[in-house]
């Protein structure tokens, strides 16, 4: 008997806002990375996405470990944005004093 042996795509897409997510699914290449990195095994990772397979889960982190050094940029890109994105935010809406604002707003209303 011969075995056939085929190559599976990568169950990996980008979004229209350029974030990778598994399969058809939203869970990100992040979130499974994330995972897996704080030493979660596939069988876990698929107990907590149960929208993820786990030959999903086994694809996708044999291509973070065949492209990790290319995965880690991904991944620190876009905790940069998202500090950048927290501190925006945080300048136009400081967090200081809110809860003086709020109390304050309230003892308006009334």
């Known amino acids: 008997m011969t075995l056939v042996i085929d190559s599976q795509p990568v169950p990996l897409r980008t979004d229209a806002d350029g974030v990778v997510r598994v399969g058809k699914t939203r869970v990100t290449l992040d ?3 994330g995972a897996f990195n704080d030493g979660g095994t596939p069988e876990e990772i698929a107990q907590q996405f149960d929208a993820l ?3 999903e889960i086994y694809a996708v982190i044999t291509y973070y470990l065949r492209r990790k050094a ?3 940029v991904y991944l ?3 905790k ?3 500090a950048r994105v927290r501190v925006e935010s945080e300048r ?3 967090s200081k ?3 003086e604002r ?3 707003r309230r003892r308006e209303s009334h």
């Open 70 to 72: 290319e995965v880690d």
């Open 31 to 33: 979130t499974v990375v």
């Open 76 to 78: 620190g890109e876009g």
């Open 80 to 82: 940069a944005q998202a």
């Open 53 to 55: 397979t786990l030959p």
């Open 102 to 104: 709020l109390l304050a």
């Open 97 to 99: 004093g809110i809860r």
């Open 92 to 94: 136009k809406h400081p």
